[in-house]
């Protein structure tokens, strides 16, 4: 495919990131696909290279969070956004999830995509273990796409601009359109941004596209000075959305540019209006702001913690009721990270990093407890870190389990037919099906809450359940939403705990962030193990409250996703009886004593909380 922009360009391309990047980074990817649609007329009218409106974590968030179609999403925006190239950001061989995929679900995605709208696929991969994109890459030249490819720019005693250059090297001579130095933590200083940019332009010929964040205050300064070095292409936020974990401020970079060569002559009218906009749009989303651990941070340099980690770091930690120890999971970031070879953080090895520094954190002894995909990380099935990791953690881990050295791509067998017949009438297109096999459980939540008419296409009160007609008592809606002072706000019942001095704890999920609310009921009903609703008896749970060593509990609210064990096994100290989803990351349960299986509380889907015991061993 041939080059969009001549070696010899002065004139700068923008890429507006509002869409995507910005929200992902200050707003925990939140942003509903009704407050992007009135603006995007005005958007479109901008003359932008491209625009970010997809891909990384709004695919997950639709479907999870906001109970959009993340399909839908790009049709919508397809049909105004009619005269710029839409833009996304594809994980390779992790499309848009956490873990590796087969080949044929990466290749279906990228048909669909480009089917549905999209054009500029900015493609990388976390370990920049380029096996790992080969398939996306391949796909995208196939279906008609552009091809960004993209390498991730850290620091670290192993990483220096000849290494750069030589991947910008391996990339052309994949069929690049566009190289993207990704700096997802806005670590590149002003003259080493220089200094990058004017040996790629030397080493090659495809233009080079700079992404960078605020996070350390430098983006501003670093993307003049790429630009002044020759980048073809950069990326801004509407200053209303920009800044902080978010990329250099679009009518900032414009003034500076203006009367200049690089000047891409863009109506700073047109952009005052979008901006305008997105000031009084940003309000509606003030609770995912995350306490202020979106704005500038200088020790950025030391925790190399990118923008959208950030931010749903600090969510992570709300719904744990941790926010006030987001220093020390900051501080233990580096050290997972060294631990496991220096990766780049960056989306999923940024969530693996974090999530278990998380854990290191809130359990007091690290790695206590691992999530699976820490598991999969270190026996090579993300790809091989830049660097060896820490022998004695992944000893620790691992025990004697091989690790992988092929491509791990080479390994997954084929998961659309399986993906299709899970998803079975559930799935109303190709598109459904390739949903399910990106995100099994949360498509299947997604799609039983369609069929009921429960969004996407706008938040609707579930009716509450009729009254039995023997009389008896009937169930409250578990998710509601509560209107004060004008105000709508989405309220789910997550769970409750144990009575302790007549106060029960009840979790309630407030926009998707977790508060635990102490209150003393004045009656409350349980299923019977017949499944109907009846009275409890001294407002005993379902399941018995953790209070012996043998009673295995979760670390953390969640769901469950895999009971390991039966009743009747026997069990050794730190095993695996079960697996449960949270912080969007698989976690495994170990039990804390060896013993035999006498109780199980619990079975797949069933939330579960953190005072319960969910299985028993003695």
Same mark, same amino acid.
Request: glycine letters at 8%.
């Given at each position: ?130 096996? +790992?994109?080969? /398939? ?346 509560? +209107? ?106 170990? /039990? ?5 299986? /006498? ?9 579960? +909380? ?9």
């Amino acid at each position: 495919m041939a080059n969009t922009k001549k070696k010899t360009d002065t004139k700068v391309g923008i890429m507006d990131t509002t869409f995507r990047d910005a929200h992902q980074s200050l707003l925990a990817t939140r942003m509903r696909t009704e407050d992007l649609l009135p603006i995007a007329e005005t958007m479109d009218d901008l003359g932008l290279w491209s625009i970010e409106v997809w891909g990384g974590a709004t695919f997950d968030t639709c479907l999870r969070f906001l109970r959009e179609d993340p399909w839908e999403r790009l049709r919508q925006l397809k049909k105004v956004l009619k005269k710029t190239p839409l833009q996304m950001l594809l994980r390779g061989q992790n499309v848009v999830g956490y873990r590796h995929y087969a080949d044929d679900v990466v290749e279906r995605f990228v048909a669909k995509s480009v089917e549905n709208g999209m054009n500029v696929f900015r493609i990388f991969d976390a370990l920049n273990d380029f096996r +790992n994109i080969k /398939t996306s890459i391949k796909a995208v030249i196939k279906y008609g796409g552009k091809v960004e490819a993209a390498f991730c720019y850290t620091l670290g005693h192993i990483y220096n601009n000849a290494m750069f250059v030589d991947m910008a090297k391996k990339l052309e001579d994949m069929g690049a359109d566009t190289i993207c130095i990704k700096d997802m933590a806005g670590l590149l200083a002003p003259n080493d941004a220089f200094e990058l940019v004017t040996a790629l332009k030397k080493a090659v010929s495809t233009p080079i596209h700079l992404h960078t964040h605020d996070t350390s205050a430098m983006s501003v300064a670093t993307t003049l000075k790429a630009v002044e070095a020759g980048v073809n292409i950069i990326d801004v936020a509407l200053s209303s959305m920009s800044g902080g974990t978010s990329q250099p401020p679009f009518e900032t970079m414009l003034h500076i540019l203006r009367g200049t060569p690089y000047d891409p002559g863009i109506d700073l009218t047109l952009v005052g209006k979008a901006n305008d906009y997105f000031k009084e749009a940003r309000k509606k989303y003030l609770t995912f702001e995350c306490g202020g651990f979106s704005g500038i941070d200088p020790k950025a340099i030391i925790y190399q913690v990118p923008g959208g980690m950030i931010s749903n770091l600090a969510t992570q930690l709300k719904e744990q009721n941790a926010l006030d120890r987001m220093e020390e999971v900051m501080a233990e970031v580096p050290k997972v990270r060294e631990d496991f070879g220096f990766p780049p953080l960056v989306t999923p090895s940024s969530q693996i990093v974090g999530t278990q520094a998380t854990l290191n954190v809130l359990t007091g002894e690290r790695y206590k407890v691992v999530t699976s995909e820490v598991k999969n990380y270190l026996k090579g099935l993300y790809g091989k870190p830049p660097a060896p990791v820490n022998e004695d953690v992944r000893k620790k881990i691992l025990g004697d389990e091989p690790v992988v050295e092929e491509r791990p791509g080479d390994l997954i067998e084929p998961e659309l037919e399986k993906a299709r017949e899970m998803a079975g009438d559930k799935a109303r297109s190709e598109e459904d099906v390739i949903s399910c096999a990106l995100f099994p459980k949360i498509f299947m939540e997604f799609a039983e809450l369609r069929d009921k008419g429960f969004p996407p296409e706008a938040p609707k009160i579930p009716a509450a359940a009729s009254v039995p007609s023997d009389g008896g008592p009937h169930l409250a809606p578990s998710e509601f939403m509560v +209107n004060v002072h004008g105000e709508s706000y989405h309220i789910k019942v997550g769970g409750k705990g144990h009575k302790s001095e007549g106060k029960r704890p009840y979790f309630l999920y407030v926009e998707n962030q977790l508060v635990e609310v102490l209150v003393e009921p004045l009656m409350e009903v349980v299923p019977s193990e017949e499944g109907k609703i009846s009275p409890s008896v001294g407002g005993r749970s379902r399941r018995p409250k953790a209070a012996e060593p043998g009673d295995v509990k979760a670390p953390m609210p969640g769901t469950v996703i895999k009971v390991k064990v039966k009743v009747g096994d026997t069990v050794k100290a730190g095993d695996t009886v079960l697996i449960i989803e949270a912080m969007k990351m698989e976690n495994e349960v170990h /039990t804390p004593v060896a013993g035999e299986v /006498t109780e199980i509380h619990v079975k797949e889907g069933d939330s579960v +909380n953190p005072d319960e015991a969910l299985v028993i061993v003695r």
